[in-house]
């Protein structure tokens, strides 16, 4: 299944550096953040194959930039460079052809070094079930993740490594 990645608990970062169309972009939708080479063409190119919008990339679209959007760009199916792209919120950064790969890469080795994996993990499944929710529910269950935070070791070396002003040693994630 092409929505996968959205059950990785480690985030997934597209690097757009060149077409992305069809089944291409379904996989770059279904990603956790996008970044593209300012020349990077995207589309959804179905409706002029006289396809329907597969693998989900309605639902995707629609939760990443909205229905008439979502709609504008599957009914022409027309195509787009990265810079609009980024505009109507489709991909998070733009950069040259040649600092894309290296900066989707620089933006993992951050997260790594100083954020803690299961924090990232558990906000990762905040924020795609907040998608399917109320508001009340998002907040019982953050409420519920925040009291767990506390009694997590990642609380305490999260603290410890922002007093000593060094970088964190967060445990790796676990099964």
């Keep these: 299944s092409h929505s996968f990645v959205r059950t990785i608990p480690k985030p997934v970062i597209a690097a757009i550096n060149g077409p992305c169309a069809g089944v291409g ?8 953040l996008r970044f593209a080479a300012s020349d990077a063409k995207l589309t959804t190119a179905f409706a002029r ?54 900066a989707a890469l620089d933006y993992a080795r951050e997260l790594a070094d100083w954020s803690s994996p299961w924090s990232m993990a558990s906000i990762k ?9 109320d508001l009340a529910t998002a907040e ?23 007093l000593d002003r060094r970088q964190p040693g967060f445990a790796p994630l676990t099964s």
């Design 125 to 133: 499944r905040q924020v795609y079930a907040a998608l399917e929710t």
């Design 25 to 32: 972009l379904v996989v770059a939708m279904m990603c956790d």
């Design 49 to 102: 194959r006289g396809l329907v919008a597969e693998y989900g990339l309605a639902w995707v679209l629609t939760r990443i930039i909205g229905a008439s959007r979502a709609l504008d760009l599957l009914l022409s199916a027309r195509t787009l460079l990265a810079p609009e792209a980024h505009d109507l919120g489709l991909v998070d950064r733009v950069l040259s052809r040649d600092e894309v790969l290296e």
């Design 140 to 162: 019982h269950h953050a409420d519920t993740l925040m009291i767990e935070s506390f009694g997590r070791p990642d609380l305490a070396e999260g603290v410890s490594s922002y």
